[in-house]
């Protein structure tokens, strides 16, 4: 590390003296280059934490210049860097302190390195510095993420690619940095396939309260589960837009609400890791989330799992004696790191070297270093995007389940494809097709065991007023739009009130109950009708939306005036004292719902306690 530390020094200093000749040197150009000769950079680190369970899944090193410095701030160094052409030689020994500095946990945690995309292309970084560097420090190239910046632009797009390709080769994992910033990270991220995604904090930002940036970072981890790559949300400042990233089921974050930049390696706070584990709990208590779709974890098998030390020969002998078994998990220290299918292992080893390359070397040289690795709880319907869209030749490959980060078991695809069949043939009897929410049996079902259980609780049913005539004045497509956005507005606002436990089922038409495990819901039922009226605005013509009405026929045939869409909520509560089975509920719902629609607006109505 010192021998290469000081070809490097010889260079820079050679360098400055041909400049010293002739003009005389800018100031804070003597101050960068006293930085890096005298190693003046401080690597501090900050974590990215899963938001699943709040543990920490690796560190971001980042460098800052001398406190006393004009060039402190890590923006003001890197670019006076870039201005005096020190770009490699600052990165350099930035990553030199980072790595030396991370010895101590780069064995469990991953470690994710700044990278300009120009530094790629210099011939110094392509003789394997950083890997002789990580070598040194007996680290293993696997737990390295290279977080690919824009500080510069990427002109070759095609060569750029090839790089990438080339060290994804050699173990090291990439991140693309500020993704959703500009169309240029965009086409980054199209182009170079990477392990992370790390989306940019301006579209982090305040998310809780934007449904426009919720949309797009739908897309962007819809995008991520095609493409087997995990999103990290960078600069979560608020406990908000925490809970909302969770809720929107993005696996890892990184801000100053969950750990500042440290020297040290710090954990997040109980407080803060209680909050996550029990935002991650409620989202997978949503039974209008969950009550079709199951886990991949229920489909996981106990296969034995095989370090990445062991020789070809052994792993062999185990093909050998289980003729069945078609595939065996590699993972170190509980974490899964590879996977070796028994086609492609016997295929290398028919090669006309292969039995005496790879029989007593390790396995590690022939696994597949970067399967589909999912979740315990994701959804089946989620890890099936992911698994055909892998390349033709892995798409058979067995998928490795992970709980609590640690190898849980695998699965196959054919399991995969039966159990996600038995799924759709279950959705197609139960659930209705235009929300996709649980149809009259599974209410049924809820509704019966909610009666039977101890706790509190409160069904509610909603019904749309003035429906009909809107149907019948813009069309049966458009009224589709309208229900299908009072299930999604109904659907978050029970998730970002914290009702757990919750339910909700689609009945039929313009009708839908909620089930929640509480009686106090006046002002959830407050904020249903004032974001429903806020959204159903919308779906009107700017006439119509002016003059507050619409002109359709009633069922008579003759035109009448018909107001805009409301809302109407009539709460059935277990403190009514009327709630015996299931037909008391739907007896004392349909006595408050004539109640609730001679309001000429949007209301609600809770029975009282006998």
Not at 395 to 411: A, E, H, L, Q, W
Not at 420 to 437: F, M, S, V, W, Y
Not at 512 to 540: H, K, P
Request: charged share 20%; with cysteine; net charge negative.
């Amino acid at each position: 590390m010192f021998s290469l530390w000081a070809e490097m020094t010889n260079v820079f200093l050679a360098n400055d003296a041909e400049q010293g000749a002739t003009e005389p040197a800018n100031p804070l150009l003597l101050e960068l280059q006293n930085i890096i000769e005298h190693k003046q950079i401080e690597a501090v680190f900050q974590p990215i934490v899963s938001l699943t369970d709040g543990s920490v899944l690796g560190y971001e090193a980042l460098s800052r210049g001398p406190k006393t410095s004009a060039l402190h701030r890590p923006d003001r160094l890197f670019q006076a860097a870039a201005e005096f052409n020190l770009v490699w030689e600052l990165e350099y020994l930035c990553r030199t302190k980072a790595l030396e500095r991370a010895q101590q946990v780069i064995s469990r945690n991953l470690i994710f390195i700044n990278v300009d995309p120009k530094i790629f292309y210099d011939s110094r970084f392509q003789k394997g510095y950083t890997k002789e560097l990580i070598a040194q420090l007996s680290a293993d190239v696997s737990n390295v993420i290279f977080e690919i910046t824009e500080k510069t632009a990427i002109e070759d797009y095609t060569n750029f690619r090839k790089a990438l390709e080339n060290y994804k080769s050699q173990g090291y994992k990439i991140a693309i940095d500020d993704t959703g910033s500009g169309y240029s990270g965009l086409r980054l991220l199209a182009q170079s396939y990477p392990h992370f995604i790390k989306v940019d904090m301006e579209l982090i930002r305040d998310i809780d309260k934007d449904n426009v940036k919720q949309a797009m970072l739908k897309a962007l981890h819809d995008f991520s589960l095609v493409t087997n790559s995990q999103i990290i949300a960078e600069g979560i400042e608020t406990v908000n837009e925490l809970t909302t990233l969770i809720s929107l089921g993005i696996p890892y974050g990184q801000g100053f609400f969950l750990g500042e930049p440290s020297p040290d390696f710090t954990t997040v706070s109980t407080e803060v890791q209680q909050h996550v584990k029990a935002k991650y709990e409620q989202r997978k208590r949503q039974h209008f989330q969950t009550t079709l779709n199951i886990p991949i974890g229920e489909l996981a098998r106990d296969d034995k799992p095989f370090a990445p030390t062991i020789h070809g020969g052994r792993l062999l002998e185990y093909f050998n004696n289980q003729p069945s078994l078609l595939a065996v998990p590699i993972v170190q220290e509980g974490r899964p790191v590879g996977l070796m299918m028994k086609s492609k292992f016997l295929g290398r080893l028919a090669t006309q070297y292969g039995v005496a390359v790879y029989m007593n070397r390790p396995i590690s040289l022939l696994m597949d270093k970067h399967p589909l690795i999912v979740d315990y709880h994701t959804s089946l319907e989620q890890v099936a995007k992911s698994a055909v869209a892998r390349e033709d030749d892995s798409i058979y490959d067995y998928i490795i389940i992970t709980k609590d980060n640690r190898y849980y078991g695998m699965t196959t695809v054919k399991h995969l494809l039966e159990a996600t069949t038995q799924i759709e043939i279950t959705r197609a009897k139960h659930a209705n097709p235009l929300t996709g929410l649980p149809g009259n049996v599974i209410i049924e079902r809820e509704l019966e065991r909610i009666v039977q259980s101890d706790q509190p609780f409160a069904v509610l049913y909603f019904d749309l007023d003035n429906f009909k005539a809107y149907n019948d004045a813009y069309g049966f497509e458009n009224g589709d739009r309208v229900l299908a956005m009072t299930a999604q507005v109904i659907q978050n606002t029970l998730y970002e009130l914290g009702y757990e436990e919750s339910f909700l089922g689609h009945i039929g038409g313009d009708d839908f109950v909620g089930i929640v495990c509480t009686d106090n819901v006046a002002v959830l039922c407050q904020e249903l009708i004032s974001r429903f009226d806020c959204r159903i605005r919308n779906f009107y013509n700017d006439a119509d939306r002016t003059q507050g009405y619409i002109i359709s026929r009633n069922r008579h045939g003759t035109e009448e005036t018909f107001p805009l869409i409301s809302i109407s909520i009539a709460v059935v509560t277990s403190s009514s004292g009327c709630c015996r089975n299931t037909g008391d509920i739907a007896e004392a719902a349909a006595l408050l719902k004539k109640k609730c629609k001679l309001v000429w607006h949007s209301s609600f109505l809770i029975d009282h306690p006998a």
